[in-house]
């Protein structure tokens, strides 16, 4: 947890001491927070207004951070697209899966109903509903070449304006020396969708 809320100082650290081979870790953490449908409690769009932060202040390069994470976010959907085929192929009951609460699998379902196929794109900016979309995707028959256009926007969408939120924002003062109250800021409009929801779900009830 503590790692999660001091994400900037962290991701400074892990520059400081591996160079380089900090693109292949914030690549990985992206491909497999969007890629693996049990991890999707992996930091994203925290992730990626840290990382915009560092690179306009001259740690990373913004260019190459994009052009890597962009991969990672499209290549990390459509893993979980792959799988979900691979499980619709044998008839595999979704509550099953381990570490996945079936209430999760619900709530995606019913974002595809209300949001239709462009909810791989609205998925995206919502934690856990962006890592269960695909997979739902791919459980209701989508269209491979339909989820590879809203894939790609998406993943264009949610890595580049993120990203270009931490670049041009990042460098303001009071953002800067607040990058953890930012974060924590980050997350709670991230989780506030699914929070309004599950409110109003209980409210039914």
């Not at 041009?168 to 800021?185: D, E, K, Q, R």
């Amino acid at each position: 947890m503590a790692w999660f809320i001091h994400l900037d100082t962290h991701l400074l650290e892990l520059i400081g001491t591996h160079g380089d081979w900090v693109y292949l870790i914030l690549f990985l953490v992206i491909f497999i927070e969007t890629g693996v449908i049990v991890m999707p409690f992996l930091p994203g769009d925290s992730l990626l207004f840290i990382a915009g932060a560092l690179a306009a202040k001259g740690w990373l390069d913004p260019w190459l951070l994009f052009g890597l994470l962009f991969c990672a976010a499209v290549s990390g959907d459509a893993l979980n697209f792959t799988i979900g085929a691979w499980f619709k192929r044998r008839a595999l009951d979704t509550s099953r899966i381990p570490l996945v609460k079936p209430e999760h699998i619900e709530h995606t379902h019913r974002f595809f109903v209300r949001h239709g196929g462009k909810t791989i794109i609205l998925a995206r900016f919502v934690p856990i509903v962006r890592t269960l979309a695909p997979f739902v995707a791919a459980l209701g028959a989508m269209p491979a070449r339909v989820f590879f256009t809203y894939n790609v926007a998406g993943g264009l969408l949610w890595t580049g304006s993120l990203l270009l939120a931490g670049y041009l924002f990042g460098g303001i003062p009071w953002v800067s020396n607040n990058l953890t109250a930012v974060v924590l800021g980050i997350v709670l409009l991230s989780v506030m969708p699914a929070l309004v929801g599950w409110l109003g779900q209980r409210a039914k009830q």
